[in-house]
């Protein structure tokens, strides 16, 4: 329940922060985001995520991903999104020897996009058989007055694969070479099969590479594909989400690790005791894009929460840079109080509280 509370409450600081206090009693505008077609369409694709990665928190951070990536195809202010129109839960589905595009390629299913079970795939490292590099894939479909206009994907994969025992860790070039044929044969499965995907529709696809080899970081996206009439084009992403605190993060922005260890001693002069700030940290080409801590506190009481609120929003200025979005979420007993933003391009913070 506490993920879930977290995300409702993204929702509701997106929609109040115009009308949220700032420290300046400015108005802050609202970070650009698509907005959803109405009436919205419940896609039972959401199960099939959820059952095959059940950390909720990395399934929002590779959906928000991508929709954060599509703005550079996909302009907020033309379009609006559905999910999963076209990409459903059948047509995804491997399980129990199902023909989805998730399954391995065979005989009976010759749009599956995994190597078949027989083949021994090269991971750079290694050969392995059997193995399950596409894990998942995520679809945001982008409309204007009922139109199609594109779609954006996101392949989730495996950084490695495991056989007898030992993990094979899949090279970065072979990772590229299999997204670049995955795609390509993806991109002619669903205009080959739905005829409201002609061939002048853009189709953006990025993948979204998971971490299983330290605890740095969860995943990240690592290439992507543009697509639109016979032409394709390909490039790496420079994507990294790193913990806080953590020995990469203080790696990569040494100077942004510093004021977040001022930011943390200022909490504590408010509430010392069993009071804990975490969170993570998105970089693009090592330049910070987000930034979202979670202040955890147990027992405390309102006067003490409100204290610890207008701690974050004073201390706020202590982050110096302007390029990224900051979001700061406050726990009490597992409970969320508030919530401290600081959009892009400014210092003026808001903040939406229960209390």
Known sequence: MRTINKFCL????????????????NVVNPIAEFEAMTPFQFSDTRVKHVGLISDMDLRIQMEQGLMDLSKDYFSPQDVGFR???????????????????????????????????????????????????LLDIYELDFYKND??????????????????????????EVMQNYIEVTSNKLVSYMRERYNEIAKNIPIYIAAYQLNTQDDTSKGHFMYEGFFQDTKSQFSKIEEE?????????????????????????????????????????????????????????????????????????????????????????????????AMIQRLKNTKETTIVSKL
């Open 147 to 172: 139109h199609l206009k594109g779609i954006s994907l996101a392949m989730v994969v495996n950084d490695s694969l495991e056989q007898d025992g030992q993990d094979y860790l899949i090279t970065e």
């Open 83 to 133: 999910t999963h129109v076209f990409l459903d839960f059948d047509t995804l589905d491997a399980t129990d020897g199902s023909r989805g595009l998730l399954g391995t390629n065979r005989d009976d299913n010759p749009n599956g996009l995994n190597p078949a079970r027989e083949e021994a795939f090269e991971t750079g490292n290694g050969l392995v058989t059997g193995a399950t590099i």
């Open 241 to 337: 989400w790193v913990n806080i605190p953590s020995s990469n993060f203080t790696k990569i922005d040494a100077e942004t690790a510093d004021e977040f260890n001022t930011f943390k001693q200022d909490i504590a002069t408010v509430l010392p005791d069993q009071t804990y700030v975490v969170g993570t940290a998105r970089y693009e080409k090592k330049s910070l894009k987000k930034m979202d801590l979670t202040v955890t506190a147990h027992g405390k009481t309102a006067s003490e929460i409100l204290a610890v609120c207008q701690t974050i929003q004073e201390s706020m200025d202590t982050f110096t840079d302007t390029d990224c979005t900051y979001l700061i979420t406050v726990y009490n007993d597992e409970e969320v109080y």
């Open 10 to 25: 993204i929702l509701a600081t997106l929609a109040l922060t115009a009308c949220s206090s700032s420290s300046n009693n």
